[in-house]
């Protein structure tokens, strides 16, 4: 049995096992684009210490160390399931994460972003390359009419990155992404929001809280608290179903 769940626009299939083994041949299976319409695979599998292990993978088989979306979906599953209480702790491929789950608000503690590259200028454009989980191109721009598959998929290739576009608006954040494993522009993407508050915070052109709108236009807010960041939003669990 999987669950299927939406954060933010992402949706996930989610189901729990004790068999911590390869499963990116089901994820493929599982998040066929044209059947189910989902951009990833989460697994969970015991860990002898923390809460639970998580095994992520993109709807092409291929692993990510991280999804912000991702561990909100899953933490809402966990908590649902019996897994973990509302506050937990989880391993991803980028280290521990903890979320708290209130309802159907749930709030992940990202880990410490990792500057990969120092702010530039490339085709015209302010980029910045950083690693919130996964490595992210931030792409500043004062219209999201700029962005376009063709400039996203040449950065993409170039920094092995995803690929985001932010512009502020008033007190507010407005964000599209193209995600690596997906190959093109998905609905949102957590991490690469926090990589673009980063973005616009280091420019003190934000508040250390603020509104960030993804294409999914769904709300999102994220925090810097004690050098601490933050991302806060509403999930749902959308069906049910046995896997065959």
Avoid at 19 to 30: H, R
Avoid at 68 to 90: C, E, I, P, Q
Avoid at 105 to 125: H, N, W
Wanted: net charge negative; aromatic share 10%; glycine share 6%.
């Amino acid at each position: 049995m999987y669950t299927k769940y939406d954060a933010s626009g992402n949706d996930f299939v989610i189901f729990h096992t004790n068999e911590n083994k390869d499963y990116s041949c089901l994820a493929v299976k599982l998040c066929a684009k044209d059947e189910f319409d989902t951009d990833g695979l989460i697994v969970i599998v015991p860990h002898d210490t923390l809460d639970f292990e998580w095994l992520f993978y993109n709807n092409d088989g291929s692993t990510a160390s991280m999804c912000g979306n991702g561990t909100r979906a899953v933490a809402h599953y966990a908590d649902k399931h019996n897994l973990a209480s509302n506050n937990m702790t989880f391993l991803t491929g980028a280290g521990e994460i903890s979320c708290s789950v209130e309802g159907n608000i749930v709030e992940t503690q990202m880990t410490e972003p990792i500057e990969l590259k120092a702010p530039f200028s490339e085709d015209g454009f302010d980029c910045w390359v950083v690693d919130t989980g996964v490595p992210h191109v931030v792409v500043l721009t004062d219209d999201l009419k700029k962005f376009t598959l063709e400039i996203c998929s040449k950065f993409r290739k170039k920094y092995d990155a995803n690929v985001n576009f932010v512009q502020v608006c008033d007190d507010e954040l407005k964000v599209r992404t193209f995600e690596r494993g997906v190959e093109n522009e998905t609905l949102a993407c957590g991490t690469g929001m926090v990589a673009c508050f980063l973005r616009v915070l280091n420019l003190n052109i934000c508040n250390s809280t603020v509104k960030v709108i993804p294409k999914s236009r769904e709300i999102l807010t994220i925090r810097k608290e004690k050098n601490i960041l933050y991302f806060k939003g509403a999930v749902k669990e959308i069906y049910r179903k046995e896997v065959e």
